[in-house]
């Protein structure tokens, strides 16, 4: 089999469609479907059922998916090493993204990757905190900012900065909520990320420490759809100290007591991979990003 083949199998897979995945690589779509039909004929299954809406993987393309991913990313990391001999740093990372582009500074990132690295591409990937761990850990990202206290044998962590989230409540119940005990506050409906997320994980903890969980629950993914839910009079959340103390100077919703739970923004990637020229690269730009937002915060 052929690296270009295992490559297309993997674009089609993350993609789900032939002619976005065609398009991604620059092939034509029928000589992109050859390519998954040579694959299939050499394996001996099929990687994929053809339907109406896409392709999707079938059980023993899920089961490949993973080592042909791992392929693919082993022959790029030769690439870049090889490139490093030549003095440069070059080739694709895939990098996730969480929360707004504007807190984790993702264009100050590929501002300066442009003129520091112009070889290395930069492929973003939004992601909620918990999936991009998982997608590091297992090779679908290179690295990705995460938010959360990080320890973990095999994926390193580099902090960026700590930030707070705040216990917010929609302005309309601001009587109900300003000066309400626990167990009034928990007893409200709340709005929260999917359980793998970070902020899901602050708000278990908050709950635990009270003895007590939300009954009635709101689930959303995004930080701005959030403060949506609770400006519209869906429930109680957590936010982001500066988005909260915004919308409430907005009179768009009420902060609760003085709570703030302690959380940190971090650049997380493989142990194993913190020598890689893409990922030192990845480092340095993020070091000078964040040492000039702090010196700009503390000015």
């Known amino acids: 089999m052929e690296l270009y083949q295992l490559r297309s199998f993997a674009a089609v897979a993350e993609s789900g469609h032939l002619t976005r995945a065609a398009d991604r690589l620059h ?34 393309g ?56 112009p070889l290395l591409e930069i492929e973003l990937h939004n992601v909620v905190s918990g999936t991009a761990f998982e997608k590091v850990r297992g090779g679908e990202l290179d690295a990705s900012f995460y938010y959360g206290n990080l320890t973990h044998p095999t994926v390193a962590a580099m902090p960026l900065r700590n930030f707070a989230y705040r216990v917010v409540a929609p302005m309309d119940w601001h009587d109900r909520v300003k000066d309400a005990p626990w167990e009034e506050i928990v007893a409200l409906p709340w709005v929260m990320t999917p359980p793998i997320s970070t902020h899901s994980v602050l708000a278990g903890e908050l709950f635990r420490e009270h003895g007590i969980s939300p009954v009635r629950r709101v689930e959303a993914d995004h930080e701005a759809v959030i403060r949506s839910l609770v400006v519209a009079g869906l429930g109680v959340s957590l936010m982001r100290e500066e988005l909260a103390l915004e919308a409430a100077a907005a009179g768009e919703v009420v902060l609760w007591r003085e709570k703030r739970l302690q959380t940190t923004l971090a650049f997380v990637y493989l142990a194993a991979r913190e020598d890689e020229p893409v990922i030192r690269a990845l480092r340095e730009i993020l070091g000078r990003v964040w040492t000039q937002s702090l010196e700009s915060r503390a000015a």
Do not use: Y
Request: charged residues 25%; proline residues 4%.
């Open 27 to 60: 092939i034509s779509q029928p000589a992109l479907s050859a390519q998954i039909k040579a694959l299939e004929d050499e394996l001996g299954v099929t990687l994929f059922e053809r339907l109406p809406s896409g392709m999707e993987l079938t059980h023993a």
């Open 62 to 117: 899920r089961k490949l998916l993973p080592e042909a991913q791992k392929v693919v990313a082993a022959a790029q990391s030769l690439r870049i090493h090889a490139s490093a001999f030549k003095g440069e740093v070059a080739g694709r990372v895939r990098v996730g993204t969480v929360s707004d582009p504007e807190f984790i500074r993702v264009g100050d990132l590929l501002a300066q990757s442009v003129e520091t690295f």
